[in-house]
């Protein structure tokens, strides 16, 4: 890296502007870059970029400066000149010192300014800008939802600090099959909120947290196999939408762009891929007498 900064003097600035605007669009852009990539990776990168690029400079002998002293012309003149040069050294050494530090400053204080904008954006747009109350309420809410597909009595808890569910353990929901609580991510909760709360319809955002909730609620009831998991979470989340505020026509729509958008799910997601007989009329329909699917 040493080696790329001497030859791109640019490159540090460069990469700080890249944290920038990957900043802005993990804050403003679309929930699959959220959900793909935790912002805090970025920050951490940054961070030891900046590291690398100090270290480094530090480590580079300090470029020789000219000298100044007599010339042999000079002597033969003039004869011995002692030149009050003494402590210009350390002069040179401390200035080679502090401009690395300086640009290693800056680079903080842009990390700083951008840690410090996420952190004001999430805590007055995200799940943790709500009352302690009305995100009691909400999680009520969602747990009378679960409890009607689940059959039994369950609880949904959204996973404040991350510990359950998120970007670490790849996974917006989570739920021990045949148990009585689940966990969603924050961000799927606010969506459910906006939706149940304020009729607020985020198109494919909305969409995979209903399908998320009607997933864990499954598993609440003894279904293991994640893609029959899937597929009983996306017919549900016809009628999940619909009591959550949607029109049937809205939800029945959603729930069949995520039927689509699950037929192209990489080999990371395969498991959740739903099986052939996820069809209408096939062995998973839930509704045979129904020409509508999901």
Not at 54 to 71: E, K, N, T, V
Request: with cysteine; net charge negative.
């Amino acid at each position: 890296m040493q080696r790329l900064a001497d030859r791109f003097p640019l490159l540090p600035t460069a990469l700080r502007a890249a944290l920038v605007v990957f900043v802005l669009a993990w804050i403003f852009g679309p929930y699959e870059l959220r959900s793909a990539i935790p912002v805090w990776v970025a920050f951490l990168v940054a961070l030891g970029l900046e590291l690398n690029f100090l270290l480094s400079a530090l480590g580079r002998p300090p470029a020789p400066r000219p000298d100044r002293g007599p010339q042999p012309v000079d002597r033969e003149r003039y004869g011995y000149l002692g030149w009050p040069d003494d402590g210009l050294e350390d002069v040179e050494v401390g200035r080679s010192v502090w401009v690395p530090i300086r640009r290693f400053l800056v680079g903080l204080a842009v990390i700083g300014a951008l840690a410090l904008l996420f952190w004001l954006v999430e805590s007055r747009t995200g799940w943790d800008s709500l009352s302690v109350e009305t995100r009691t309420e909400a999680q009520d809410r969602f747990s009378e939802e679960a409890s009607l597909i689940a059959g039994k009595e369950v609880r949904i808890r959204c996973d404040e600090s991350g510990q359950y569910v998120g970007a670490v353990q790849h996974a917006d929901g989570v739920a021990t099959v045949g148990g009585d609580l689940a966990y969603l991510t924050p961000e799927r909760c606010h969506d459910l909120y906006r939706l149940a709360f304020e009729e607020e319809v985020t198109s494919s955002q909305t969409a995979r947290a209903i399908v998320v909730l009607a997933h864990e609620a499954w598993h609440l009831r003894g279904v293991r196999e994640e893609g029959t998991t899937e597929c009983y979470a996306l017919q549900s989340g016809v009628g999940l939408g619909v009591r959550l505020g949607l029109s049937e026509g809205t939800a029945r729509q959603l729930m069949g762009q995520q039927l689509a958008e699950n037929a192209r799910r990489g080999a990371a997601t395969a498991e959740y891929r739903v099986p052939a007989a996820c069809r209408n009329g096939g062995a998973l329909d839930r509704d045979p007498e129904s020409s509508s699917f999901p």
